[in-house]
């Protein structure tokens, strides 16, 4: 079956950096993204990741290894306004969207 | 620019009546999504269509039906609605299927809640 594990909650504090990971199994790979959802609003679109390595936009990056069907979102210099749900989701063979069920990030001053 | 709306933000619906949840986008993407969140799980898809003409059947469709008449609305219909469809809707759209093409735009969803 596809499936997307990433962890239901992480905390960090002002200022530091934190980095989530998300590893998926799905029937193909056509790349993968990551989205932003504050409570109560829609997601937004952060990144997307097709080959191997490292893809930097300012405070934030997002690493893909398709050998491991592993990547990260790292985001440094935090800030409050990043306390939001991170979502991982991975497109299958169909081109579809197989999301996780997000990563809740709360961010102490 | 719009974007995607959707109507209406929200809607309490007696069991067993049926409803449409409206989405228009304006970007003239060619395909359209519509899914499912609940608390716990990730985002549901639960039709889409690639193209104006054209539906297809996502992971939970059961008690659904879209139509796909042009190119900027896509109305996701619930039939007879029962309490476990209780959720928050969100219609998206991307230009394309592929690659980065599929990045995905959402609408600001619906929460329906059935009784």
């Known amino acids: 079956g596809q499936n997307i594990d990433q962890p239901t909650e992480m905390t960090a504090t002002e200022g530091a950096i934190v980095q989530i990971n998300c590893t998926y199994q799905t029937s193909g790979f056509n790349g993968l993204f990551w989205y932003q959802q504050h409570a109560g609003e829609a997601p937004t679109f952060l990144s997307y990741n097709v080959l191997d390595g490292l893809e930097e936009k300012g405070r934030f990056s997002s690493f893909l290894s398709r050998s491991k069907g592993y990547s990260y979102l790292l985001l440094k210099e935090l800030q409050m306004k990043d306390s939001a749900s991170y979502l991982c989701?991975?497109?299958?063979?169909?081109?579809?969207?197989?999301w996780g069920a997000g990563t809740k990030l709360i961010i102490k001053p | 620019t719009a974007g995607i709306t959707q109507a209406p933000t929200s809607q309490i619906l007696a069991a067993g009546r049926s409803m449409t949840l409206r989405c228009t986008q304006d970007?003239?993407?060619?395909?359209m999504y519509w899914y499912r969140q609940d608390l716990g799980l990730g985002l549901r898809l639960i039709h889409y269509?690639?193209?104006?003409?054209?539906?297809g059947k996502g992971e939970v469709p059961d008690g659904y039906s879209v139509s796909r008449a042009n190119t900027d609305d896509f109305p996701l219909t619930l039939a007879s609605a029962v309490p476990s469809q209780t959720s928050v809707y969100f219609c998206?759209?991307?230009?394309?299927?592929?690659?980065?093409?599929?990045?995905?735009?959402f609408g600001p969803g619906t929460r329906l809640t059935v009784l």
């Open positions: 269509s690639n193209t104006a003409g054209t539906t």
């Open positions: 970007m003239r993407h060619n395909a």
């Open positions: 989701a991975a497109m299958d063979s169909n081109y579809q969207l197989i």
């Open positions: 998206a759209s991307s230009a394309s299927t592929s690659g980065e093409y599929n990045e995905q735009f």
